[in-house]
């Protein structure tokens, strides 16, 4: 049995950048339970989506709230070692990537029933520690007592760019005006929402990363540990070692 002590790490900042690598990576060298939070919004707006409560210009609340209990969320393993996200039992992981469903996640996510709802379930995710979450309110709202917080900005330029080799890589044909111009469109939605918008927490720290590479982001998180958690991290580190209850 191993002793060591656990901590949360939350992993905040807009879309496209870069906070699920980074927080994957963390979770890998950890041994530490990965969660994607906007794999859950992108789910239930999925579910709403099929139902036909978004339309182009509305919600209907009345129903998504009558049927979020319905919704159960979930995530495995696949062979290959990536975490996939099930929607009632179903793999949704392709289907909750399109364009479609990552507006419909940044309108549901405006709701304050949809987000109690999401948040208490990602609490209790992370109630036995030893969790790294990544997401717009982790910091501030699901986890404000995690023990490291980590803000991630870059470049509107430079995350469209991202996304938009991803999306291509995938066989989707876009225009990269198009995923700019959704990627604009989220930030403004993301920040000026009134149910917790995305903000950097006070004790959070900061890291842009237009101009780095994934390989040094994690040195810099990890080199971050080391200083704040020296004796946790110098046996953690180590990608050999594996942390049991
Ligand atoms: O990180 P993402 O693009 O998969 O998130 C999808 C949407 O969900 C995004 O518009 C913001 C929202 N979201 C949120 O409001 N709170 C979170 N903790 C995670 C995501």
Redesign the pocket.
Known sequence: MNRMKKINIAVDGF?SCGKSTIAKGLAKKLDYTYID???M??AVALHAIRNGWITETEIDEMSLQQGISDIKIAFKTNNLRHQETYLNGENVEKKIRTLEV?NG??RV?AIGFVRKELVRQQQEMGRKKGVVMD????GTVVFPDAELKIFLTALPEVRAKRRFDEMTAKGENLLFEEVLANVKE?DER?TTRAESPLYKADDAIELDNSEFTVEEQLQFVVDLLIRLFGDLTNNQINESTTIYD
């Open positions: 879309s939070s906007g794999a919004y992108r990552a996640a940044s996510s997401g717009r309110d982790i989220r993301d």
